[in-house]
C-alpha cells in the first residue's frame, strides 16, 4: 500500500478520498488555487501546495504543476477524483513516465473510452446493445444534419469527450439543428477542449440506470449493483438511488453482466460505471463509461457496506479485489441528494456568493454528508456550485424517502440560494414516492415542482417581527447598563411611548411588495397586526442564536439569518428572505427609465447574437453567457430595438452588469 498519495482535485471529492486515506494511515497532499486557498480540503490534509490562480486551467488542470508537486511531495500515487484530469490520458500516461502510479484505469482504458463515438464502436463488438446513432470521426455539419434527419426526430447531440449535461442538445426537429448542433460544439470545446460530437435517437421516457464496476490487474472483475439516476436536470443528475426501484434480478444480472463485458473488453482496472439507458419495454442500451469514480458512488457503498475509495487504492498498489461477484449482496436502499447552489426557478442558473449560515442534519448510521465546504466558505464562478451530497440509508426504500425528506427539512444554508427545497418538492412527490422515474420527470411535473412564489406567511412574519424586537430590546438593555443614567425613558424595552400606545410599525420588504406590522407592547410579548389578524407572540434566543417562540400558543423553533437589512427565515422545512425597510436607505432613488438588460450571474460572453439597431421581440435571443462551463442563452425581455451594447464576445462579467441597452420599439435602427 501507498504511504503518501496526492489528490489531485479539490472539494468534497477531495475530502472523501483524505477520509479513506487518514482510515489506512495514508499521508495525503493537497492541491489548490487562489480561490482555494483557505478550503477545507486545504485544511485536511497533512500538506498542501498552491498551484496557480483560481480559473481551473490556469490551476487544476495544470498536470505539469501537480506533477511537480507530487515530485516535491514524496507522493508516490496521484487519485485525480472526477473531473478535472480524471479521464485525461495524457495526464495518466505522463503519471507513468515520472514513475507515480495513477490510481484509475490503464491509459488504453481511459483512450479508449474518452471517445463516445470510439466507446460505441468497442461496445458493439462486444455485443452490448446500442442506441441507434452516428458515432463517426467526420463532423461536417451537413453530414451531421443529415445523419440526425435519417435516425428521426428527437435526436440527441452529445459531445464526444466529457459529461455531465456538457456540450448536450436535445434537438426536436430539423429547423432546430444548425443552431442546437453550433451551440453543442462550443460549449463541448470549452468544456473538454475538443467540440465532436455524436447523434442517437431521443428515447422519450427513459430511465437512466448505471452500473458501478470493479475490476483489478489480475484479470477479476465484478459489478457492485446498479444506481438509478433519472431525475436530472440539464442533463446532469441530482438525485440517485440504489438500488433502481422496480429492477428484478433477471433484468439486473443482464444488466451487470453487459457491464462488466464491457469493462473486460477494454481491459479495465479500477472503479466505472457503465451507463445505460433502460426503456420502458425492459431493453437497454449502453450510453457510456466512465473511467472514474462517480459523484453518486456513496449509495453504492451503503447499500454494499463496501468503500471504494478503499478498492480503488488497494487495487492501484496491486492488490486483488476484496470480494468476487457472489459475495457481494445488496442491503437496503440509499438515496443520494446533490444540494447545489442554484436557483431553480431561473432555470437553475448557479447562485454565487459566501455561505453565511449553514447547518447539516445530525450524521448517522442512516445519515451521511459529502461535502468539501464550512460556514463562511465561498461559492465561486470557477469551479461547480455543488454544496454537499446528502446521502441517507434504511432497510427500504420508503424509509429511505422519510428519512431524506426529514434530513432535507434539517439543512439550513443562507447567503446563496439553493436547490433544497426543489429536492424536497421532489421527494415528496407521489410519482417519485411510486418510483415512476425517468429522465423526463423534472419537465412531467414541473408545475408541482415549481410552484409560484408566494407571500410571507403570517408565522414568517411574526417571527422576523419578534427576532427584530428581540434585538432590540437586547440593544437596548446593553446601552442602558453601560449608561451613566440606566433609569432613562430612552433605555426602556417596553415600547413607552408619551401619551399613546406602546408600540412600533416594522415595515419588510417581500419580492416586490411591502409589508407593514405593528407590533403593540403587552406585558406578556407582543400584540401583533399581520394580514390575516391579530396574534399574541413572545419568545428568546436559545445559546445556539435559534428563536424559539410561542406564537398564540403554538410553540415554533426557527432560525433567522441576518445580513445587513436581510432576514432569512429558516423554519422546519422552508425558508424565506424578507427586508427590513429603512426609509432612509431609499432616499433619492429613481426609478431608472429605458430598457436595459443585466447579467442574470457572473460569467463569460461567448457570443452576441444582435448589433445596435437590431429590432427584437420578446424572448429573442440576444446573449450566451457561460458559467461554470455551462452555456446559458439570454433573451430579450421585452419587443424593442437594441441600442447599446456594452461588453465585445470574451468579456467577463459580472452578476448585475448592464450588457445591453433598449430603445422604444418606435425608435428606428
Known amino acids: 500500500m501507498f504511504d503518501t498519495i496526492l489528490i489531485a482535485n479539490r472539494g468534497e471529492i477531495a475530502c472523501r478520498v483524505i477520509r479513506t486515506a487518514r482510515k489506512l494511515g495514508i499521508r495525503t497532499v493537497s492541491v489548490y488555487s487562489d480561490a482555494d486557498a483557505g478550503a477545507l480540503h486545504v485544511a485536511l490534509a497533512d500538506e498542501a501546495y498552491h ?158 440506470v448505471e ?190 424517502l422519510r428519512r431524506l425528506r426529514s434530513a432535507l427539512a434539517e439543512y439550513q444554508v443562507v447567503g446563496v440560494t439553493t436547490n433544497i427545497g426543489f429536492l424536497a418538492a421532489v421527494a415528496s412527490h407521489p410519482a417519485f414516492a411510486a418510483g415512476d422515474l425517468d429522465t423526463g420527470f423534472i419537465e412531467r411535473h414541473r408545475a408541482a415542482l415549481f410552484p409560484e412564489a408566494v407571500p410571507a406567511s403570517d408565522q414568517v412574519l411574526a417571527l422576523a417581527c419578534l427576532d427584530v424586537l428581540l434585538c ?50 403587552r406585558p406578556s410579548g407582543y400584540l401583533l397586526d399581520l394580514p390575516g389578524g391579530q396574534l399574541l407572540t413572545r419568545g428568546q434566543l436559545d445559546g445556539e442564536g435559534d428563536l424559539l417562540a410561542d406564537l398564540g400558543g403554538a410553540r415554533v423553533k426557527a432560525t433567522v439569518v441576518r445580513h445587513g437589512c436581510d432576514l432569512t427565515i429558516v423554519t422546519h422545512g422552508g425558508s424565506h428572505r424578507l427586508t427590513l425597510h429603512d426609509p432612509l436607505a431609499h432616499a433619492g432613488e429613481q426609478e431608472v427609465e429605458g430598457g436595459r438588460l443585466t447579467a442574470p450571474m457572473p460569467g463569460k460572453i461567448v457570443a452576441l447574437l444582435v448589433e445596435p439597431g437590431t429590432r427584437v421581440e420578446r424572448g429573442t435571443p440576444l446573449v450566451i453567457l457561460e458559467a461554470m462551463k455551462m452555456e446559458h442563452t439570454i433573451t430579450a425581455p421585452r419587443d424593442g430595438v437594441v441600442a447599446e451594447i456594452h461588453f465585445a464576445a470574451g468579456a467577463v462579467v459580472n452578476e448585475g452588469a448592464e450588457l445591453l441597452a433598449f430603445a422604444s420599439d418606435e425608435v428606428s435602427g
Open 211 to 400: 452500473i458501478q464496476v470493479f475490476a483489478d490487474a489480475r484479470g477479476n472483475a465484478v459489478h457492485l449493483f446498479e444506481r438509478d439516476c433519472s431525475i436530472q436536470r440539464r442533463h446532469q443528475k441530482v438525485l440517485e438511488e440504489a438500488p433502481a426501484p422496480g429492477m428484478d434480478e433477471g433484468l439486473r444480472m443482464k444488466m451487470g453482466d453487459a457491464a462488466v463485458a464491457a469493462a473486460r473488453a477494454i481491459g479495465y482496472v479500477g472503479a466505472g460505471t457503465v451507463e445505460f439507458l433502460l426503456d420502458e419495454d425492459g431493453s437497454f442500451y449502453f450510453m457510456e463509461m466512465n473511467t472514474r469514480l462517480q459523484v453518486e458512488h456513496p449509495v453504492t457503498e451503503m447499500i454494499t457496506g463496501q468503500d471504494l475509495v478503499e478498492w480503488q487504492l488497494l487495487v492501484a498498489a496491486g492488490g486483488e479485489l476484496p470480494c468476487v461477484q457472489h459475495e457481494l449482496a445488496i442491503g437496503g436502499h440509499a438515496i443520494e441528494a446533490r444540494i447545489y447552489a442554484e436557483d431553480p426557478s431561473r432555470d437553475f442558473l448557479p447562485s454565487i456568493g459566501d455561505l453565511t449560515h449553514l447547518r447539516t442534519p445530525q450524521e448517522s448510521a442512516h445519515v451521511r454528508i459529502d461535502t468539501g465546504v464550512r460556514q463562511g466558505d465561498g461559492v465561486s464562478i470557477h469551479y461547480d456550485p455543488m454544496i454537499a451530497k446528502l446521502i441517507v440509508w434504511d432497510a427500504t426504500r420508503a424509509g429511505a
Open 51 to 208: 498551484i496557480g490562480p483560481a480559473p481551473a486551467r490556469e490551476s487544476y488542470l495544470r498536470a505539469e504543476a501537480i506533477l511537480e508537486v507530487a515530485a516535491r511531495s514524496g507522493s508516490q500515487a496521484i487519485h485525480p477524483g472526477y473531473g478535472f484530469l480524471s479521464e485525461n490520458a495524457e495526464f495518466a500516461e505522463a503519471c507513468g513516465k515520472a514513475g507515480i502510479v495513477f490510481i484509475g484505469p490503464p491509459v488504453a482504458a481511459i483512450r479508449a473510452m474518452g471517445s463516445k463515438s470510439a466507446a460505441k464502436r468497442i461496445m458493439e463488438g462486444a455485443a452490448v446493445p446500442l442506441v441507434p446513432g452516428y458515432h463517426g470521426e467526420d463532423q461536417d455539419p451537413a453530414l451531421l444534419q443529415g445523419g440526425a434527419d435519417r435516425i428521426g426526430y428527437p435526436v440527441l447531440i452529445k459531445a464526444t469527450a466529457g459529461g455531465g449535461g456538457k456540450g448536450m442538445r436535445v434537438v426536436w426537429d430539423a429547423p432546430s439543428f444548425a443552431d442546437a448542433l453550433a451551440a453543442a460544439k462550443r460549449e463541448a470545446l470549452s468544456g473538454f477542449g475538443d467540440d465532436r460530437v455524436l447523434l442517437e435517437k431521443y428515447l422519450t421516457r427513459p430511465r437512466h
Open 472 to 521: 432590540r430590546a437586547a440593544e437596548a438593555e446593553r446601552a442602558a447598563a453601560g449608561s451613566g443614567d440606566c433609569w432613562s425613558p430612552w433605555h426602556l424595552t417596553t415600547g413607552w411611548q408619551m401619551n399613546g400606545d406602546s408600540h412600533q410599525v416594522l415595515t419588510f420588504g417581500d419580492n416586490e411588495s411591502a409589508v407593514c406590522v405593528t407590533a403593540h407592547y
